[in-house]
């Protein structure tokens, strides 16, 4: 069974730039799609971008597009979410998540996804 670790979250200002990583253990994620979600207070958990196995397919939420970028390192077994000009609507807890369908496009729909991380703070102050 996998784990997923993230890290990379913090507290930052409105324009700034953060850069989170998910780490898996366990196995590999090769042939896995990979994803990141959010969950702002009182809110649902909501998609933000995902990359199906080979990253041939990669899809963003429309809030996101243009600032956030997906990426996955297969030697390090990580999945990364570079994220710049941060707003502070941006403000969630952020999760990564494996899907273990072995696809040629990614997935938007949580229920996809069959393991997820504890999540990483991002706050981002105006």
């Known amino acids: 069974q996998v784990q997923l670790v993230e890290s990379g979250g913090g507290l930052v200002q409105a324009g700034s730039s953060l850069r989170l990583s998910c780490a898996a253990s366990?196995?590999?994620?090769?042939?896995?799609?990979l994803g990141w979600f959010r969950q702002a207070p009182g809110k649902e958990r909501e998609f933000v971008a995902c990359?199906?196995?080979?990253?041939?397919?990669?899809s963003y939420a429309d809030s996101v597009k243009g600032r956030f970028t997906i990426s996955r390192d297969h030697a390090k077994n990580t999945v990364n979410l570079q994220m710049n000009s941060l707003k502070p609507e941006d403000t969630a807890v952020y999760y990564c998540?494996?899907?273990?369908?072995?696809?040629?496009?990614?997935?938007?729909?949580?229920?996809?996804?069959?393991?997820w991380g504890q999540g990483t703070q991002v706050t981002v102050s105006s």
């Open positions: 998540a494996e899907s273990r369908l072995y696809a040629s496009m990614c997935y938007r729909a949580i229920g996809e996804y069959d393991y």
């Open positions: 366990g196995r590999t994620l090769d042939t896995s799609g």
């Open positions: 990359t199906n196995w080979n990253g041939a397919s990669i």
